[in-house]
């Protein structure tokens, strides 16, 4: 199974810097409204939404609708500029917290990375205006993550959806001063300061795909056979346990539409193969 990050980003000038590091093209036919840019290989989309978190929401949920193709195991993350409260110019933080504005309901991305591969963590305050009331615990405030972040991880697993900012203001930096020039500027610094935790997440993300993969001729026998939800299931830790057991090949079985008769020939077939295992012959035929 391949793998595939989407970025969310609500500027053109934070997305003009993945444009550029990673190689992306715009995509044919994307929706005006929710311009999307995409890498030679399919593996990394993105996806300007436009400032605010409703516009991050709607931007990441149109970008989950159009999954097509092979099954692939998708990485999210939301990417941009955000203020601080303390002197931290220029610098990187994978949100911890993600809360909006004068709301009581949280999301807590997991920290799934060796610490070696890690960036500082902060929480994030989504706002509904830029501002310069910034929280003085350290809490970052921009305008997206609190919209991206339930739509995401509704479309994968919570260490899969991440939130990456870089601090372009804080309160000795005025926020009015900030321009396109430095926004890109920020962001290819960001992407410097973070490329070993997007190695690690990326590699990560590989585990899953390959966890979470078809096992050897799954497509097959669903082709071939009428499985239910519950016997696609069943079907998948059969033939799981054969590869475990080293039988690779999958054969034709005598009933050509009925998955629970082939079910059943699975489970004798891999019976046998138990018991001769047990007896220590490491050839199966």
Not at 83 to 108: E, L, Q, W
Not at 268 to 281: F, P, S
Request: proline letters at 5%; glycine letters at 8%.
């Amino acid at each position: 199974m391949d793998i595939c990050i989407r970025w969310v980003v609500a500027l053109r000038p934070e997305a003009q810097a993945l444009i550029d590091r990673f190689g992306l093209v715009s995509k044919k036919n994307s929706s005006d409204a929710f311009p999307v840019w995409v890498s030679e290989d399919g593996g990394m989309e993105l996806i300007v939404s436009g400032p605010g978190r409703v516009l991050s929401a709607a931007a990441t949920g149109y970008l989950g609708g159009q999954t097509q193709g092979p099954p692939r195991c998708f990485g999210w993350i939301n990417f941009g500029i955000a203020g601080s409260g303390k002197s931290d110019y220029g610098r990187s933080f994978i949100g911890n917290r993600i809360c909006a504005a004068h709301s009581a309901n949280a999301f807590y991305p997991p920290l799934v990375l060796p610490k070696t591969k890690a960036i500082d963590r902060r929480g994030i305050q989504t706002v509904d205006s830029p501002t310069t009331n910034y929280p003085k615990d350290g809490t970052l405030v921009e305008m997206e993550a609190a919209g991206f972040y339930p739509v995401a991880s509704r479309l994968a697993s919570s260490e899969f959806c991440q939130v990456l900012k870089v601090v372009s203001d804080d309160p000795f930096n005025d926020i009015n001063s900030i321009n396109k020039s430095q926004v890109i500027n920020h962001c290819h610094n960001a992407l410097d300061e973070s490329s070993p935790w997007l190695d690690a997440f990326k590699a990560l993300l590989g585990e899953e795909a390959r966890r979470t993969a078809d096992p050897e001729g799954f497509a097959e026998l669903v082709s071939s056979y009428h499985f239910s939800v519950t016997q696609q299931l069943q079907l998948r830790r059969l033939l799981q346990q054969r590869q475990a057991l080293g039988i690779r090949n999958v054969r034709t079985y005598r009933h050509g539409s009925d998955g629970n008769d082939c079910l059943r020939e699975l489970r004798e077939e891999l019976k046998r193969a138990q018991l001769v295992a047990r007896a220590g012959d490491d050839e199966y035929v």
